[in-house]
T-cell receptor
Framework: GQQVMQIPQYQHVQEGEDFTTYCNSS?????IQWYKQRPGGHPVFLIQ?????EVKKQKRLTFQFGEAKKNSSLHITATQTTDVGTYFC??????????FGKGTRLSVIA | NAGVTQTPKFQVLKTGQSMTLQCAQD?????MYWYRQDPGMGLRLIYY???????DKGEVPNGYNVSRLNKREFSLRLESAAPSQTSVYFC????????????FGDGTRLSIL
């Protein structure tokens, strides 16, 4: 079945450093979604990418969808303590449930 | 506007006991999902219901049953709880299958001794 791999599993950064998490799917995706889960909280939808090569920005967050629609990345510029949490990618291949990556847990050291 | 409501928020069970986790949504969404989240394992789909009247197995259905009671409610039942089922359980909803974000409840933290 469809698998979504996400790396790294953990990332510790100093406040102000950049952060990137990568997501790779075993199959071509119709779209990819990103979620953030704060410690003790539930996943919250951030964004969806649909088009090949698509790039979207939300303030300091930049999301990319690969040309082949099998990989994606989330880049955070100049991390802040409010960025702490686990970031999940989730891929959809047609009319099927989302498949979530295992997430990247981001720690930010002030 | 509550969104997705899960009850209970916390529960401790003994091995072999049964329990039903409840999920209700007021978002008029068609699809509902049950996930479990374990450290380092991400979100694993247990069961889902694409629409009222249908249910399907996800990645880890063994030991669980579900009921889509109506469009609003989707329950998850553990018939004979095992320590391996200690986890955080999330219910999620979505308008339809694809191209829509999922909305999660706050979760149920379940411990089985």
């Amino acid at each position: 079945g469809q698998q979504v791999m996400q790396i790294p599993q953990y990332q510790h950064v100093q406040e102000g450093e950049d952060f990137t998490t990568y997501c790779n799917s075993s199959t071509t995706l119709s779209n990819i979604q990103w979620y953030k889960q704060r410690p003790g909280g539930h996943p919250v939808f951030l964004i969806q990418l649909v088009k090949s090569g698509e790039v979207k920005k939300q303030k300091r967050l930049t999301f990319q969808f690969g040309e082949a629609k099998k990989n994606s990345s989330l880049h955070i510029t100049a991390t802040q303590t409010t960025d702490v949490g686990t970031y999940f990618c989730a891929g959809c291949a047609g009319n099927t449930p989302l498949v979530f990556g295992k997430g990247t847990r981001l720690s930010v050291i002030a | 506007n509550a969104g997705v409501t899960q009850t209970p928020k916390f529960q401790v069970l003994k091995t072999g006991q049964s329990m039903t986790l409840q999920c209700a949504q007021d978002m008029n969404h068609n699809s509902m999902y049950w996930y479990r989240q374990d450290p380092g394992m991400g979100l694993r789909l247990i069961y889902y219901s694409a629409s009222e009247g249908t249910t399907d197995k996800g990645e880890v259905p063994n030991g669980y049953n579900v009921s889509r009671l109506n469009k609003r409610e989707f329950s998850l039942r553990l018939e004979s709880a095992a320590p391996s089922q200690t986890s955080v359980y999330f219910c999620a909803t979505r308008m339809e299958y694809s191209n829509q974000p999922q909305h999660f409840g706050d979760g149920t933290r379940l411990s089985i001794l």
